[in-house]
């Protein structure tokens, strides 16, 4: 009995590390890069940005975004002229500082920028900045 226990929990654990969605940063260029993302939040019924997340030269970062699936946007920056975001969604971010804000896509801010839309689902989901 106590053995089944153990593999019980052990399946459950397993399988739920499984399902978490995560998000690889890549930088391939010379200087570091600044990375944000907007997600939809089920829970608040809303879209949420989130950044910076710092990526080193010709490195990545690994994001862990929960149990999610579906789309989301990113958006890049690097110093002060260079910027990746295609225009295929616009969240609101704070330029300087780390953040997290909810219903990003309809509040009203005065820094909202263009993203990128990439789907993504269980398991690792890349995007490089080149």
Request: include cysteine; glycine fraction near 8%; aromatic fraction near 18%.
């Amino acid at each position: 009995m106590k053995k089944l226990i153990i593999l019980v929990l052990f399946v459950i654990i397993g399988s739920s590390a499984y399902s978490q969605t995560k998000i690889q940063f890549y930088n391939n260029s010379d200087r570091e890069v600044y990375a944000c993302y907007a997600y939809y939040d089920n829970n608040d019924e809303c879209w949420t940005s989130v950044g910076w997340y710092s990526i080193p030269a010709y490195d990545y970062k690994t994001i862990d975004i929960g149990n999610y699936s579906g789309n989301i946007y990113i958006r890049g920056r690097q110093g002060l002229l260079t910027e990746w975001g295609s225009g295929d969604g616009y969240f609101c971010v704070d330029p300087d500082d780390a953040f997290t804000i909810k219903f990003a896509d309809t509040k009203d801010c005065w820094s909202k920028k263009s993203f990128t839309k990439l789907k993504v689902k269980s398991g690792i989901n890349k995007w490089t900045f080149n």
